[in-house]
């Protein structure tokens, strides 16, 4: 057998080998690797964390996972009581956790005046802030033709605008410091456009663009930018999203039948990312996260598997089904 030989064996039983980890992965191959072989949570421990966004969802479970891990929290959202809640679970889950630890600090982040000030109280209370975890936002249910145009314009003051301000007013602090870490809750829609979405997907688009650029820009300093792109999980996203119409909400909440992550499991890989300073992590379950790396790596076939499936074949994505299969929905 001559070298050139040997070197195209290796090489396809390598891919085989990557593609059998990929089939029984519910995040890309990297972020995989660094939950089995990488740093744990626990290596953030005494780290002082802002969660925005941390009432329900994504943002009270990686609340429940940081708090395990030794971290002091900032729980930013709209409802002080769920903040509460959430306060109340993080003490009891870690049982050396003061109150003092965990710091409720409601907000309604479309105040973009309010932003400084809660920035201001968090370095009063614990002398300086280590991360931010930008996590607010809203998904969207409407095709382009039913979308009013007030619409657009409220979800980008939302996804995009009120995520820019608030790294931008911690960011001077952790330059100046030469340490800190920008956590963002993108999507895999910020990877691919879906329809019946397309404001939401812009939205994570300019996310995903506008910390690119802030990554590159930061360079040597020890700034880390990460963006984390899950695939459908269990929350109440869904039913506060946008429709096309001002002042509607989509209502339709999520099937327990439906074949979506556990919301635990993402809060916890995200904690792996960030334990690691990793860039940028696919989180989610088949066919989603494959849609990702076809995405990535055959972009022209990707645009045109979406265009030939249309909405109904893409919406069976969403629900966790490959296009065909039965949709469990409410």
Known sequence: ????TLVALVTVGILFLQ?????????DLALMWAERFGNKPDVLAGQTVWIVGAS??????????????????VLTARRENELNRVKQHCLELRSSATESDVLVLPMDVLNFSEHKKAFDKIVDTFNHLDVLVNNAGRTQRAVVLQTDFEIERQMMELNYFANVSLTKTVLPHMVERNSG????TSSVAGKFGVPNSATYCASKHALQGWYDSLRSELGSKDVSVLLTCPGPVFSGIQKAGFTGKVGEAY?????????RMRTDRCSRLISVAMANK????????????????VTQYLPGIAKLIMM????????????GQFPGGDKKST
């Open 56 to 73: 329900d969802g994504i943002g009270e479970h990686l609340a429940y996972e940081l708090v395990r891990a030794g971290c002091r929290l």
């Open 308 to 319: 030939k499936m249309g909405k109904d074949a893409v919406d069976s994505l969403r629900h």
């Open 278 to 293: 990793m860039l940028e992590v696919w989180i989610g379950l088949h066919p989603t996260l494959l849609m990702c790396y």
């Open 251 to 259: 209502g339709v909440g999520m099937n327990t039948a439906e074949k």
């Open 181 to 184: 870490q920008i956590v963002v």
């Open 1 to 4: 057998m001559d070298l050139l």
């Open 19 to 27: 593609l059998i980890r990929l089939a029984f992965s519910d995040g």
